[in-house]
């Protein structure tokens, strides 16, 4: 199993893109051999033809569809995360690179030294999100400031505005969203659990 942290390595960008190909720029490719897994943009993509500057990505027209890879042109930035190694420290959390849905920020604000980003999302998704939990913008792990029945909110440090491509946010950016796969878990076991018929009393 392919897991990630959240944790954006480094920045990308989008060399060319035709028939559902990405190349994509980084100083990270020389690490990959043709098969291994990478997020971009929280995205979980399989390397082709990976050199000491590039690699390519087949994207499926499902994935362009259902995630912010649809609207990236030729010089798009994006966040790069190479998988969790065993004895890799886990300094984010568990994340998958498989989007649940994406989300449209509806405001940005300074505050001190950090960034409040507004995002709004489906409320179909915001069901797992909690104040204080996690969740993986664009494949970067956060924690959750606020949250209601229409949007949550996270505050971004200097780092993260500087090393990821959310520090570029602005209102009306989509951004790629995969909330905490616990909270699925959790909600299919109490749904299971709500379902099994009551047991008989025994006489």
């Known amino acids: 199993m392919v897991m990630f942290t959240g944790l ?3 920045k990308g960008t989008i060399r060319s893109r035709r028939d559902g190909r990405l190349e994509i720029a980084t100083s990270l490719a020389g690490e990959l051999a ?4 990478v997020a971009v943009n929280g995205v979980c993509l399989t390397a082709v033809d990976p050199d000491a500057s590039s690699f390519a990505a087949d994207v499926m027209p499902e994935t ?12 798009s930035e994006v966040n790069v995360e190479l998988p969790l190694r065993a004895g890799d420290r886990l300094g984010g959390h568990m994340v998958q690179g498989h989007v649940d849905a994406t989300g449209s920020v509806a405001g940005v604000r ?8 507004r995002i709004e999302a489906d409320p179909a ?6 104040e204080k939990g996690s969740i993986a913008v664009d494949g970067v792990s ?4 606020s949250v209601d029945d229409e949007a949550f909110e996270v505050s971004l440090i200097p780092e993260t505005l500087e090393r990821t491509t959310l520090g570029q946010a602005e209102r009306g950016t989509m951004v790629n969203l995969e909330v905490d796969v616990l909270a699925k ?3 299919k076991l109490i749904r299971s659990r709500a379902a099994r018929p009551a047991a008989q009393p025994r006489r």
């Open 142 to 145: 956060l924690t959750v400031s």
């Open 64 to 75: 362009l569809r259902r995630s912010s890879l649809g609207p990236l042109r030729e010089g």
């Open 185 to 187: 878990y959790v909600e």
């Open 110 to 117: 300074d505050e001190g030294l950090a960034r409040v980003v």
């Open 34 to 37: 043709a098969g291994d897994s």
């Open 125 to 130: 998704l915001l069901r797992y999100v909690v």
């Open 8 to 10: 954006v390595a480094e």
